[in-house]
């Protein structure tokens, strides 16, 4: 069922729900759904299904699913392993449309029916908020009543799952459904994300997911949320290698490298949470919040304390905290008390100003034209009753302020009692200022995204692309693995990239004919088929100023490189004009093994495998994209950032187009120049071709 269009719409609302392995003891996993449905007053028919009892909360008990009069729309089994795969025939024979496992170790080889909507194994079922359909054995749902929403809830985890819902309702964000699902034989995350943008009571959507099994398809629809603005917060486990293994071992999923999520979500407009605080904080926040015109925040407290952390943490955040129009310093110095500092942003008002009398100054700040959300943190003030009075005031004001209005609590129990009354309203807060930033910043990235173009195929490569296609096909065919300089740079040349002017010699006379033409000085590398590293084994030679430096340079290089490696066939020296010094970048493509091709950028030269720190977006990518890709090494310093971020473009789309054929390319080092750039060394690597299938 992997190419479901989509999962029907009352999939997960049926009238009917038989509970396979159905125990009568409370307190036992398969006790727990009865308790829920009875608990949640679902208003559908509920079968037990164990042949021990007569009864169970009321509901009269079936020894076997074929003894049930009345139609089955979806079954939750928890029964032994070896006894699953009966139990999921039986369901098939009695036209159940969904089945549920709870059950895990079943064996992988394990015969499916055809025909019949899968959750598990492994699975803690799901939840339909709306319509009190309590589908699952996760103890997050042992409270008296679940806060219906706007939020969905995806988690491949059954526990940590459990947890971030748990805190959900907690922070008092209702939710639409819950979805736990298990190791996905068949249903899984993407089909479910699916179903939620599909919809119309879900406006945002949390992912806890280790993995994906369909990666493309997650991009496809995160594409497809963004079109909709739906949000999507992710909370991805398995960010190092150690956490991976574990994962792949936990639900079977490849996991995929980190960067590669990271890029893959900042280009597909996904909310990258990094702990399950911040998947809470930042869900609450989107589902609370209206979407800020443009990234101006305001922020006011009591308290200079606040000012200056705040500033800090703007600052780390890369949040912008715009100066006040000379007209609005002017209404809130009338405002705050005399002896306050003349008003500024963060605005400090003093704890001279006391309860409403806050409200003027916030809602003079809301009005500043720089300003697009304001946030007013909240100290302990006077005591519990003070900031039960100010969660009061804040409700108040919110119906005032043009501008979305973010309140974030310092204090501990003292506040309980103002935030429940935000709570209750639906109002957005926080308990953390970090936590409470990021998501901030989160919603202005988020709003800045929705405007951004598709990457565009630059029109002048359009004559390239079959002949580069045909040149690499032909290399694989021959056998040809990796791609030296005299092969490669012409290839990507044809994308535009701008490589170094070269001439092939194959003798020192050759060499120094080539040299008198391009003019002195010179730089001399050897070629041969398939090496990679020339300088490695002695194979360049630099700063080449007469005949008789480049004749004795050929000799040299041929014999370093002969010394060296005795099976390579030199074929003869590349001759390049010497580069005057600049800025060097390292610009890479590499492929992941979940979302494929993805561009590298760093620093260069001898700095690239010193420091092999480089940042990566996937391939093709648009100018926005790769703006943002510079901004994330030393190269934001650039003279010519533009060039960059063509030449990032450009070899975006050759990793895209060549995909299937491209494993690995280098340029290395490229100069950076006030007026361009220049690529003074390539590489091509092929990869492997795919095995016949006939054969």
């Excluded at 879900?202 to 739906?230: D, N, Q, S």
Aim: charged fraction near 20%.
């Amino acid at each position: 069922m992997s190419d479901v269009a989509a999962l029907p719409p009352d999939l997960f609302s049926p009238r009917s729900i038989a509970v396979l392995g159905a125990s009568g003891e409370p307190g036992k996993l398969a006790h727990r759904p009865l308790d829920y449905l009875r608990r949640l007053g679902y208003a559908g028919a509920v079968y037990p299904i164990n042949p021990s009892r007569a009864a169970i909360l009321g509901w009269p008990c079936y020894a076997d699913l074929a003894d049930v009069l009345g139609p089955v729309d979806a079954a939750l089994i928890s029964v032994a392993a070896v006894a699953v795969p009966a139990a999921l025939r039986a369901c098939a024979a009695r036209g159940v449309r969904l089945a549920v496992v709870l059950t895990s170790g079943l064996p992988s080889d394990a015969e499916l029916p055809a025909d019949l909507y899968l959750m598990g194994p492994n699975s803690m079922g799901f939840l339909d908020a709306h319509r009190r359909v309590a589908g699952s054995w996760s103890s997050s749902l042992d409270l008296p009543a679940i806060r219906a929403g706007r939020v969905g809830f995806i988690s491949q985890s059954g526990a940590l799952g459990g947890s971030v819902l748990n805190r959900l309702q907690d922070h008092g964000v209702g939710v639409s459904y819950a979805f736990w699902t298990g190791n996905e034989w068949r249903l899984d995350t993407c089909h479910l994300l699916q179903f939620l943008l599909d919809d119309p009571n879900t406006t945002v959507i949390a992912l806890l997911v280790e993995g994906f099994r369909r990666p493309h398809r997650f991009l496809e629809l995160a594409a497809l949320a963004l079109e909709r603005r739906k949000p999507l917060v992710v909370c991805k486990l398995g960010r190092v290698p150690a956490a991976s293994a574990i994962a792949v071992a936990h639900t079977g999923i490849l996991v995929g490298s980190a960067p590669a999520y990271r890029a893959a979500f900042r280009q597909a407009g996904v909310v990258d949470a990094a702990s399950l605080d911040e998947l809470v904080e930042t869900t609450a926040l989107f589902a609370r919040t209206p979407l800020p015109a443009g990234d101006g925040l305001g922020v006011i407290s009591s308290s200079g304390g606040v000012a200056v952390l705040v500033t800090d943490l703007c600052h780390q955040l890369g949040l912008r905290l715009p100066p006040l129009a000379a007209e609005t310093r002017a209404d809130l110095a009338r405002l705050l008390p005399p002896f306050a500092e003349p008003p500024t942003n963060p605005l400090d008002v003093t704890a001279g100003l006391q309860d409403d009398a806050l409200f003027g100054p916030l809602e003079r700040l809301a009005a500043d034209p720089a300003i697009d959300l304001v946030l007013h943190v909240v100290t302990v003030l006077g005591g519990a009753e003070r900031l039960r009075q100010r969660g009061a005031g804040l409700v108040a004001a919110s119906q005032r302020v043009a501008r979305p209005l973010v309140s974030c609590w310092t204090a501990g129990s003292l506040a309980d009692a103002g935030i429940a009354l935000l709570a209750e309203a639906d109002l957005p807060y926080s308990t953390a200022p970090d936590l409470c930033l990021r998501g901030i910043k989160a919603l202005f990235d988020y709003r800045a995204r929705l405007d951004r173009p598709a990457p565009a195929t630059p029109p002048d490569l359009a004559p390239a692309r079959p002949r580069v296609r045909a040149a690499l096909v032909a290399a694989r065919e021959r056998g040809d693995r990796a791609l030296g300089e005299r092969d490669s740079a012409p290839l990507l040349a044809a994308y535009g990239l701008p490589l170094v002017a070269s001439r092939f010699a194959a003798s020192a006379a050759e060499a120094v004919a080539a040299a008198e033409a391009l003019g002195y000085p010179v730089a001399l590398k050897v070629d041969a088929a398939g090496l990679a590293h020339k300088a490695r084994l002695g194979g360049v030679r630099l700063g080449l100023r007469d005949a008789e430096a480049v004749a004795a340079a050929f000799d040299d290089v041929v014999a370093a490189v002969r010394r060296a490696d005795p099976a390579l066939a030199i074929r003869g020296v590349l001759v390049q004009p010497e580069a005057p010094p600049g800025l060097e970048a390292v610009l890479g493509v590499a492929q992941d093994s979940q979302f494929g091709p993805q561009v590298l950028l760093g620093l260069g030269g001898s700095y690239a495998e010193a420091l092999a720190q480089v940042a990566v977006r996937l391939a093709p990518l648009g100018h926005a994209d790769a703006a943002e890709l510079v901004d994330e090494t030393p190269l934001r310093a650039a003279a010519n950032r533009a060039a960059l971020a063509d030449a990032l473009v450009r070899l975006g789309w050759f990793a895209a187009d060549l995909a299937d054929l491209v494993a690995e390319a280098d340029l290395n080092p490229v100069c950076l120049y006030p007026d361009g750039l220049l690529a003074l060394d390539a590489l091509v690597v092929l990869s492997p071709a795919p095995p016949d299938p006939a054969g």
